[in-house]
């Protein structure tokens, strides 16, 4: 495909269940980015991928996230003992090089519903 | 840290009129990046429009232009010939510049404009 795949596209996961959120990055994209979005709300920077190196995971909201890309191309976002306050859309977006004033390419998102 | 504050929840046009959406933002940075992205229901986020800070012209796209004043921290986004397409949610986002480090890459967004366009 041309632009950048996320799957599940909506998840519902019920309080305690651990999910696992998939990202297919444009091939060739050297960086990855997570952000999560509220209903109603701008985007929040998660974490950030140079190829399969995490070199920042500063928006990460706590330990029971995680994220990897360890081969540099797919990345897969997992969210353990999930929480109400965890649902949001999960937006993934690369880039071709390292970021900066290169466009980031976003996703469709993946709409996760904890009840 | 970076913020950017969208202070319009909502605006509405006419078809083939013009709108102006406003962004302000706060930083301690000198060179960085601006950015308006375009979030059309249920469809993707896609970019609209850029600005370097260095560049004291104004960024144009098409219908697309921006009002960049530095000093003020001011980004503002006006679409002319406004179109039924246009109708979407609009995030200003800020990015500070440089190679490596934290920060590098990393949007900070505003809460977003819904832009509805009338017919």
């Known amino acids: 495909g041309a632009g950048v795949s996320q799957s599940p596209r909506y998840k519902v996961a019920k309080r305690g269940q651990d999910v696992a959120l998939r990202c297919d990055p444009i091939?060739?994209?050297?960086?990855l980015f997570w952000y999560q979005q509220a209903l109603g709300q701008g985007p929040e920077f998660l974490t950030y991928f140079q190829n399969e190196a995490q070199l920042d995971k500063s928006g990460l909201p706590s330990d029971r996230f995680f994220a990897e890309r360890p081969e540099g191309s797919v990345s897969t976002l997992k969210i353990q003992r999930t929480q109400q306050e965890d649902s949001a859309v999960y937006l993934c977006?690369?880039?071709?090089?390292?970021?900066?004033?290169?466009?980031?390419?976003f996703g469709p998102g993946t709409r996760l519903t904890v009840l | 840290a970076q913020t950017v504050t969208q202070s319009q929840p909502e605006m509405s046009v006419q078809e083939a009129e013009t709108v102006t959406l406003s962004c302000t933002y706060d930083t301690s940075e000198n060179n960085y990046y601006l950015f308006w992205y375009k979030q059309p229901p249920s469809r993707q986020m896609i970019l609209v429009i850029r600005?370097?800070?260095?560049?004291?012209q104004n960024a144009t796209e098409n219908r697309f232009s921006v009002n960049f004043q530095k000093a003020a921290k001011s980004f503002s986004l006006k679409i002319s010939d406004s179109q039924l397409g246009d109708t979407a949610m609009y995030f200003c986002?800020?990015?500070?510049?440089?190679?490596?480090?934290?920060?590098?890459?990393?949007?900070?967004f505003g809460q977003g404009t819904i832009l509805t366009v009338h017919p």
């Open positions: 091939s060739g994209h050297v960086s």
């Open positions: 986002a800020f990015m500070k510049h440089g190679a490596g480090g934290t920060s590098y890459g990393k949007l900070t």
């Open positions: 600005q370097e800070a260095y560049k004291q």
């Open positions: 977006a690369s880039s071709p090089r390292l970021a900066g004033f290169n466009e980031q390419f």
